[in-house]
């Protein structure tokens, strides 16, 4: 089984939404991520830090999933890192209301010693020199690398991002993140300019409009699921890199052809994310309907026409 090592927050969200609202909650991006790679059949760690006020209950989630928590830093005089949001009608654009780093403004990762051979390692939204303090420890060259990101480093931390960037195999970055990162408007012209920054395969999210593969010149669009409810679109983009990542790691197999079907499972699991508040679709999730929910997704997708010259 391979081994799979997700460095991120775990973290309390207070989400508001058109259709409700929410007190604390799960949230963060190791907890998405590590929640979506729990459906395949994958050897995975948590690396992150939480406060004293972290419910064992959700600790005990990660461990009903057999996610490994050894690397899950509990400070006990600390609090957990906390962000609250409100999203408008659109469910596209939204508002920070708040955000408290408490124990994660000094968080260091550490790697167990037993995931440091991994063969994927995901590094989640963190700060760059975070992130690059977490490849260091890595021992294995072979490792795929898949790293996330946000425009706040691009716009704080820009040296240090594009440090990092050099040191990946693939990013995963939406579409407004890309545009800034290149100057680009073109997506195409954009994933060009990411590829020679460095990282061999450009994922490029847009939301409720699907995903785009970029690999030199090859090209693959994943659509959306067009959805009856999206109740709450907070974590989908690291819901999508967990199913990324998770079948990758599963089929251990890192062609274009096979990352094209990793998309289209993170782009399913990510379907399932927005319908319910924070990780609750998440937590009840059974593979036979991430079975149906792909099937709708070829059916979508899957078209003939006679071609005539």
């Given amino acids: 089984m391979s081994k799979l090592v997700i460095v991120g927050t775990v973290a309390f969200d207070?989400?508001?939404?058109?259709?409700?609202?929410?007190?604390?909650?799960?949230?963060?991006?190791?907890s998405y991520i590590g929640l979506s790679a729990s459906q395949f059949e994958v050897d995975s760690a948590i690396v992150s830090v939480v406060g004293g006020d972290?419910?064992?209950?959700?600790?005990?989630?990660?461990?009903?999933?057999?996610?490994?928590?050894?690397?899950?830093?509990?400070?006990?005089?600390?609090?957990?890192?906390?962000?609250?949001?409100?999203?408008?009608?659109?469910?596209?654009?939204?508002?920070?209301?708040?955000?408290?780093?408490?124990?994660?403004?000094?968080?260091?990762?550490?790697?167990?010693?037993?995931?440091?051979?991994?063969?994927?390692l995901v590094l989640g939204n963190l700060h760059p020199i975070v992130q690059s303090s977490v490849l260091d420890q890595m021992s294995d060259a072979s490792t795929l690398v898949i790293l996330d990101t946000m425009n706040f480093w691009m716009d704080h931390a820009l040296n240090d991002l594009l440090e990092v960037i050099k040191r990946v195999n693939v990013i995963t970055i939406n579409d407004e993140e890309a545009r800034q990162l290149t100057g680009e408007y073109s997506l195409v012209t954009a994933a060009r300019k990411i590829h020679e920054m460095g990282p061999e395969y450009v994922v490029i999210k847009k939301g409720e409009h699907g995903a785009l593969l970029f690999n030199g010149t090859n090209v693959f669009f994943?659509?959306?699921?067009?959805?009856?409810?999206?109740?709450?679109?907070?974590?989908?983009?690291?819901?999508?890199?967990?199913?990324?990542?998770?079948?990758?790691?599963?089929?251990?197999?890192?062609?274009f052809e096979n990352m094209k079907k990793a998309v289209i499972y993170g782009s399913t699991l990510a379907s399932f994310c927005v319908e319910k508040f924070g990780t609750e679709r998440l937590e009840s999730l059974h593979p036979e309907e991430v079975h149906t929910r792909l099937k709708a997704f070829k059916d979508l997708t899957r078209f003939e026409i006679e071609l005539t010259s």
């Fill in 14 to 30: 207070a989400v508001e939404t058109p259709f409700g609202k929410t007190d604390k909650i799960l949230g963060g991006s190791a």
């Fill in 54 to 120: 972290f419910p064992q209950d959700y600790l005990d989630l990660f461990l009903e999933r057999d996610i490994d928590i050894s690397s899950i830093k509990i400070e006990k005089e600390g609090k957990t890192f906390f962000w609250s949001g409100r999203y408008h009608n659109d469910m596209n654009t939204r508002d920070t209301l708040a955000t408290e780093l408490n124990v994660l403004e000094n968080f260091q990762p550490i790697v167990p010693e037993a995931y440091k051979d991994a063969k994927i």
């Fill in 222 to 255: 994943a659509p959306a699921l067009p959805l009856e409810s999206v109740f709450d679109p907070t974590g989908a983009g690291d819901t999508f890199a967990g199913g990324f990542a998770g079948f990758l790691a599963q089929t251990e197999n890192i062609s």
